[in-house]
DNA sequence: AGGTCGACCTGGCAGC
DNA sequence: TGCTGCCAGGTCGACC
């Protein structure tokens, strides 16, 4: 499920392939996944368009477009899967297909039909891109930024790390791996993490996202790249779904508890 | 305003 | 075998 290394590595792969290069046709095979706009709406946007520029905000993917007043926002949410092909024929779960002069295609696959593509004249008309939280490995976000934000909240930590509006593209699985690494409790109520703390943390959320983006992403279940190949993170996961499996660091049994509706991953000696 | 909770979706799998 | 029900998790709106 795509997290922020995951939306990196499509990003890079995307930019690579298909700058500039026209679009021929688009086929919109399951309308759920445009909602409020029209088929006309982004066939009449994207037809004989180019994408000028494709860069990511948290876990959502922004085209620019060559011309015209609209920008495309595609969210793959958990399954969403965007992968560039010559292939003819649509992969499984194919729901929008964009056909490019030069013959290349670009597939958006989900199986689960939870992503968006949205068209906007600006970001901010997006409420969840408008109100999200600062971009983790951006040299804009400090550790005294994190102390201070973490001072605001009482909440269970790990949650409040997957909050977009707290900090851009932290999901399930490297929240886990994140508080692991820093050997923190994620049940630990936000603000009683002491400076010490908030430093770990503050290395772990860049060290664990990095070492992920340079592995290309966590394959745990639908995830591929822009080139539909999985990514490697997965040999270095060590807590997410390793329930009942011994710690890498204790030998203790990884225990799996429920937060918010959600599951975390921790081990109870390493974490405190 | 901070925080919680259910809804949105489909496929895989456990349990009967 | 075939059915039911649960689980996966990012986002959003309703509600306290």
Redesign the pocket.
Known sequence: ???LPEVETICRDLNAALLNQTIERVEVL?P?VI?LLSQDGLKNALTANTFKKIFRR???LIFELGQGPYTLVV?????GQLIVSQQRAYP??CRIALIFLNGQRLYYND????G?WQLVQNLNE????R??GPEPLARSFTQRLLSEKLK?????IK??L?????I?????????EILFEAQIDPRR???SLNAQEAGRLFHSIQSVLREAVRLRGSS??TYVDGKGEKGTFMTRIRV??QDGKPCSQCGGEIQ?I??????TFMCLNCQQ
Do not use: C, W
């Not at 851009?168 to 886990?176: D, L, P, Q």
């Open positions: 499920m795509p997290e399951d759920r909602r948290g876990k959502a969210q793959p949410m958990m399954t499984p779960a199986q689960r039909v939870f968006r997006i409420n969840h891109v109100t999200m605001k909240h009482h909440r269970p949650p409040l997957m909050e977009p509006s707290f851009a593209g932290i999901g399930n699985i490297y929240a886990s109520p936000a603000d745990v279940n997410y779904q799996k429920v937060q918010a509706q959600r599951s």
